[in-house]
């Protein structure tokens, strides 16, 4: 599959994911609900990793790569957001996510050598104003703890963008299937302790229909399937590109709210229009000019 239709299907398949999330939330409390939905995905991954017969990481340096990108990724990055979204609209919180493109940009210039240049700094601040103007009325602070949530989400951001490149930089020699199960394994485990104490047990959670249909899409689309993909492009393109998949999805999050009945504003068709101009720059365009040359040659 070529890399291209697999960065926009994580687009459309991360985008999908946050009506589930907000759906979720409606029966489950944020932490346990981040936690079942990786301990889920787990469930269902292992005997995958069995049947197809994927070896174990082998040694100490893999091992510690997978045990911290695994606390970035899954705890910090999804402990944090969910539990920041209790304090601040979740328009700011889509706004602060997309910060993770800007962070992976520094990051994958220090630790996979990859350019900085004028034209990626454009489409990231493109993509950030897109995300911004789509969100324009919600970016509002209201007190102390609506500052600690958006620091929060702006932790976990930083945390995404870190296990990206860590796992572009030191997990390129491993099975997707095995990095996601392995790394999902260890970031629950922090979640599930915070949850259990904070949150009670899962057992006396409101279990609708609603919350588990939420739970087992979150594990398999927005878990295994969008991780696999993911750490499959990392391997193709450069992580900063790979990245850029976080200004796209509050686009798709917000078409695909509307069919729930949310409203669709004009200034989301203007975001939405900023977002584009983005990843055409960074995106589109290098492909295109490949092509056409090779059409001249």
């Known amino acids: ?62 091992w510690t790569i997978i045990l911290i990108t695994g606390i970035l990724q899954f705890c910090f990055n999804y402990g944090l957001l969910f539990w920041g979204e209790q304090h601040i609209t979740s328009g700011l919180a889509a706004v602060l996510q997309a910060t993770i493109p800007a962070f992976g940009l520094v990051l994958a210039r220090i630790y996979v050598g990859e350019q900085i240049t004028g034209l990626k700094i454009l489409s990231i601040l493109l993509g950030l104003a897109g995300v911004a103007v789509i969100f324009r009325e919600q970016l509002v602070l209201h ?6 949530g958006s620091l929060a989400v702006v932790v976990g951001a930083f945390g995404a963008a870190y296990a990206s490149v860590l796992t572009k930089a030191k997990g390129q020699s491993q099975h997707p299937a095995s990095l996601v199960f392995w790394q999902m ?9 915070v949850g259990l104490a904070t949150e009670g047990n899962p057992f006396n959670f409101r279990w609708t229909w609603q919350a588990v249909i939420c739970v087992l899409f979150l594990a398999v689309v927005g878990s295994i399937v969008a991780f696999w993909l993911y750490y499959w492009l990392l391997s193709k393109i450069d992580v900063s590109k790979a990245m850029m998949i976080a200004f796209v999805t509050p686009l798709v999050a917000v ?35 490949r092509k056409q040359l090779r059409n001249e040659l």
């Open 1 to 62: 599959m070529k890399p291209i239709l697999v960065w926009l299907l994580l687009c459309f398949v991360w985008g999908t994911t946050w009506i589930f999330i907000k759906l979720g939330l409606n029966d489950l409390p944020p932490i346990s609900f981040a936690a079942l939905r990786f301990t889920v995905a787990c469930l269902i991954l292992l005997p995958i990793l069995f049947l197809q017969k994927i070896e174990l990481p082998q040694g100490k340096k893999i």
């Open 143 to 148: 007190g102390q703890m609506a500052f600690l």
């Open 185 to 193: 394994l260890v970031g629950q485990i922090p979640l599930w302790l």
């Open 255 to 289: 078409f695909v709210g509307s069919f729930f009945g949310e409203k669709l504003y004009l200034q989301t068709l203007f975001g939405g229009l900023l977002i584009l101009l983005s990843v055409l720059l960074i995106i589109i365009r290098p492909i295109l000019q």
